[in-house]
């Protein structure tokens, strides 16, 4: 009961003229008392709460209703960017992988061109199941100084995948169409696109039968008026000359990429390596040079041998034309000046050093059957008679060749530290380059990090919003509640006492606000996910229906930021306490 003893002194004190002060009369001193947290809480759950209508009232289901609203909208705005982002990062990485390694002699590892590589590498296919790596990063304190950190990744490289790419013209009886092919082997992932998949099947690199069937895109077969089992050609340029392919259509895809939908099509990557004249379907004859040895070899069949068997023949100096119909024979004819120049004799097995795509070296080992004497011109003294068959020694011997290398990695914050990983660890001394899908395809991840500004404007607004609504609420509430807090102070109370009991007035406006907020978007989210209410142009935002991504900690974090923030910001309207003088608010009205 001291308090209120205390507060009626005060009050009496406070309504009374002082009387004058004479010798020996004793000092009075004011004493301000801090009533106890319960009694704040007590009286602050007390306002608004008078059994007849009140301004305040409305003033405070506005600046719940607004908070509300706020915090709904800030839910939405970052699981809608949220839910973007991650749609589209997985369509563009599911199509492309997340990182490519190309031949460093190609214009980039997006080149449609692109020099061929080996496929025998020593990092494939092991580097598909490498584990968690550490890495160094560079980072700034907070005064500024540039620190190194030794961190980990949060997984590691889950499949690896070669390959290949042309260029070609889509021509049917309507329409001309350009088209770029994707070659696919046996270690292709079809776990993203047969998600995509609206009609017929996938390939199946492994039949023979499938080797001229084709995947196209829906928006490619509606352009071109084409169905499921349609067959239509495609016309490519190699070496100055065009050449067409006959495909069939063993399925259509829709990524909702269309942009990605409209330029590609799917195909067996032996029919880019044959259209690419890669190994192993190299075609090597009838001519090469072997520029190591200054020799010519002239692939030949009996058919083609025909011609010149006579002349040969007349000029026979050793042996005997060998039958160039045996595809396992090895015997060759060469000049009688070659023979003398090199040191060989009829029966001797040669090597022949031959260079080929990639610096790949290949050594051709025959067997002289026939030596003859060559009319007086150099290309005939240094060429060699073979079987056509054995100038394709390189194809079955050597590797394969391949554009390239898709890598993917197990989570996505790790693409920039395995990026650095296999160019300066796995691919350090080769003449390969590995590039992130980031920087193949910039503009996309430009325009989905502007998204992340639009989510921070967004949120800022909402907060701003907020902020107003509660300093307005909160002024009206001590405008108010003048009477009441002349009649505290003078029984005692200090400012910052009442200060803290509108405070905590404050705060319980804001909760509510987050609750109802938290409830109205986090139910908008769920019924988005469930229904889809929300349709979007797919050939402008890459998705049909607006995706949400709810998580716990963005979410906690917004009601958390919000609810400190505002109060933070309260503080400062809530010094208008402190110049209510008692008398005064007492007899206000």
């Known amino acids: 009961m001291r ?3 205390q507060g009626r002194a005060d009050l009496r004190a406070a309504t009374q003229p ?3 002060a004479g010798r020996g009369s004793p000092k009075r001193k004011h004493q301000k008392t801090s009533f106890s947290l319960n009694i704040a809480i007590f009286i602050a759950r007390r306002l608004g709460l008078g059994a007849g209508p009140s301004f305040s009232k409305t003033i405070m289901r506005i600046a719940i209703l607004a908070i509300a609203l706020s915090v709904t909208v800030m839910i939405l705005a970052t699981a809608i960017v949220r839910g973007f982002k991650t749609s589209i990062s997985e369509k563009v ?13 190609s214009p980039s590892s997006y080149a449609f061109e692109a020099q061929p590589m080996n496929k025998d590498q020593i990092y494939y296919p092991d580097l598909g199941q490498r584990g968690p790596i550490y890495y ?14 030794e961190r980990q990744t949060q997984g590691g490289l889950r499949h690896i995948q070669a390959f290949a790419q042309k260029e070609g013209i889509i021509k049917t009886e309507q329409q001309i169409e350009g088209i770029i092919l994707r070659g696919v082997g046996e270690d292709y992932d079809w776990s993203f696109l047969k998600n995509y998949l609206l009609e017929g099947e996938l390939l199946d690199p492994k039949s023979e039968e499938n080797a001229n069937q084709i995947l196209i895109s829906e928006v490619t077969a509606r352009r071109l008026s084409l169905k499921v089992g349609d067959d239509f050609r495609i016309y490519f340029v190699q070496n100055g000359s065009s050449q067409a392919r006959k495909y069939k259509i063993k399925g259509i895809f829709k990524t909702g990429l269309e942009e990605y939908d409209r330029r590609f099509a799917l195909v067996d990557l032996r029919q880019i390596q044959k259209l690419n004249n890669w190994r192993p379907y190299r075609n090597y004859g009838p001519d090469l040079e072997l520029h190591e040895e200054n020799l010519y070899l002239k692939g030949v069949t009996n058919a083609s041998f025909a011609e010149s068997r006579t002349a040969i023949q007349n000029y026979l100096k050793a042996g005997q034309i060998p039958d160039f119909s045996d595809s396992s024979s090895q015997l060759v004819i060469v000049s009688s000046v070659l023979a003398g120049a090199r040191g060989w004799s009829l029966g001797d097995t040669i090597g022949l050093k031959y260079l080929d795509f990639g610096e790949q070296k290949y050594v051709y080992r025959f067997i002289i059957g026939a030596i003859y004497q060559a009319p007086a011109n150099l290309r005939w003294e240094k060429t060699i008679f073979v079987p056509w068959q054995a100038l394709q020694g390189p194809n079955y011997l050597l590797s394969e060749q391949v554009s390239g290398f898709e890598v993917f990695v ?3 914050d790790d693409l920039d530290a395995f990026g650095e990983y296999i160019n300066y660890n796995t691919l350090m001394g080769k003449d390969q380059f590995a590039n992130t899908i980031k920087e193949v395809e910039p503009n996309i991840f430009d325009w989905l990090n502007l998204t992340d500004m639009n989510e921070r404007i967004i949120i800022l607004l909402m907060i701003l919003v907020s902020i107003i609504n509660m300093t307005t609420s909160l002024m009206i ?4 509640r003048t009477n009441m807090i002349g009649l505290l102070k003078a029984m005692g109370a200090s400012n910052w006492s009442i200060r803290q009991l509108f405070l905590y007035k404050a705060s319980q406006i804001i909760i509510y606000g987050l609750f109802w907020g938290n409830l109205l978007g986090i139910g908008l989210c769920y019924l988005q996910q469930s229904f889809g209410l929300i349709r979007l142009p797919e050939d402008l935002y890459y998705v049909s229906v607006a995706p949400v991504q709810l998580e716990f900690w ?10 400190l923030l505002t109060l933070l910001v309260l503080i400062i309207p809530s010094w208008l306490v402190a110049t209510i003088a008692p008398l005064k608010a007492i007899r206000f009205k």
């Open 3 to 5: 308090f209120f003893a």
């Open 18 to 20: 002082d009387p004058p």
């Open 93 to 105: 990485f599911g199509f492309w992988g997340h990182i490519h390694i190309t031949s460093s002699s």
């Open 136 to 149: 160094i990063e560079q980072a700034s304190n907070w005064r500024g100084e540039i620190q190194e950190e």
């Open 410 to 412: 197990e989570n996505i």
């Open 477 to 480: 509430l001590i405008l108010e």
């Open 554 to 563: 963005p979410i906690f974090l917004l009601n958390l930021g919000t609810l």
